[in-house]
């Protein structure tokens, strides 16, 4: 049988998992550039309410990890104090070691004591703490193998769904596709010598933040290393895409809980499999959210004939018929702005779209419209989606069709 390894989303699992183990093992974090590692990690320690000491070693001395030898004027003899940072730790923060890959081999040498023995140079006993290196394979420094056995070496890829949840929250941006291959290709393509701006998650966040302040013609693409026209289309497409994408989940998220709902009366359905699935439905924050909770339905141990009816229901017409739920309420919003229709038949025709056309289709919602039941603002709907081919007519019907 295939062994199937569960996938570690983000920097913040490793550190729950290593976090069981911090008096005896140190991790290090490496990764190309731009894969947000120092900024996971503060995350995580502000989710704990762990304290965050980061020390960059690319610019520190080895005296500052080792401490400081000073005469002591009582004992005529040296002494060697400790830095400040170190005494402040309590049980359970975090000491990073950034740019751990570029610091030079005599500071790496100081930090082994502290890593292995958990001694400060003073003799003074760490308190328990979670030491985390992080750097990049690009770094300069040739470390010795001593220093490299004090860690478990770890190797973080990019992750699209890491990197465009946190877009979504952070930017309100929804990036697209094209977009996040763009990425993907740096990453695959390497970090030439010659070039400047590496289209990194980093870059690529940093350029979405920029494009949401100033217009595509702006001088500023034009004079920016790396950034051609495409690149630019993306970066607003993503930006634009947003409220597109979060109306389309909401109306396949109420589709889904509506199939769900429907199945409450069939024979064989159990009631708290459905709420059950129904309520991890509506913690979908994504698309892709949704994608990996049909997954999880499928592979889950909800009594299979429940399952089975809501997978098969889903793979059916009924899909086709949420898409066309979709098209019907972006319609109605559409006409109703027109102007001249009550509210309270606006919001009748919505409720009766959301409602009936998941399970039933089309058909008969648009034939209602047609014979009035929704006053004037259906046969506006009616005539709209057929006059622009958004839906077809309904079967044996023949009706003028002037929008």
Known sequence: MERRLEK???????????????????????????????????????????????????????????????????????????????L???????????????????????????????????????????????????????????????????????DEDTWCEWVKKELNVVPTQKLINIIKKTYRSGFGIQDYNYMTARTVTNLLKLAKTVNSSNAIWRNMYGVDQDLIDELYASINNNQNDLEDLELLKYGLCTILQSLT?????????????????????????????????????????TKTLFLERIKSDATENIADMNKLVKALTHVSK????????IVDLRSAIKNRVPNEGTQELLKNCLNGKYNDVGLRLYSYVIAKGILDKPEKQEVSEDA
């Open 265 to 305: 009366h069939e024979l064989n359905a159990d009631i708290n499999s459905l709420n059950r699935m129904r309520a991890w439905i509506q913690e979908c924050k994504t698309m892709s959210d949704i994608k990996k909770t049909l997954k999880n339905i499928e592979e889950s141990s909800n009594p299979p004939d």
């Open 8 to 86: 570690v989303r983000n920097i913040k699992t490793y550190l729950d998992i290593l976090d069981q183990h911090r008096d005896e093992m140190a991790l290090a974090l490496m990764s190309d550039p731009g894969l947000s590692k120092t900024s996971q990690c503060k995350q995580w320690c502000e989710e704990h309410g762990r304290q965050y000491f980061e020390f960059i070693t690319s610019q520190r001395m080895p005296s500052e990890i080792s401490g400081m030898a000073m005469p002591d004027a009582d004992t005529k003899r040296m002494k060697i104090y400790d830095f400040d940072y170190l």
């Open 338 to 345: 027109l102007g001249g229709y009550s509210l309270s038949s």
């Open 88 to 158: 402040d730790m309590k049980d359970g923060d975090v000491l990073a070691f950034d740019e751990f890959t570029n610091g030079n081999i005599m500071t790496l040498n100081a930090c082994l004591t502290l890593i292995q023995e958990r001694n400060m140079m003073s003799g003074r006993k760490l308190p328990s703490i979670l030491i985390v290196a992080m750097g990049n394979p690009q770094g300069k420094c040739d470390m010795l193998p001593q220093t490299k056995q004090r860690f478990l070496w770890l190797n973080v890829k990019f």
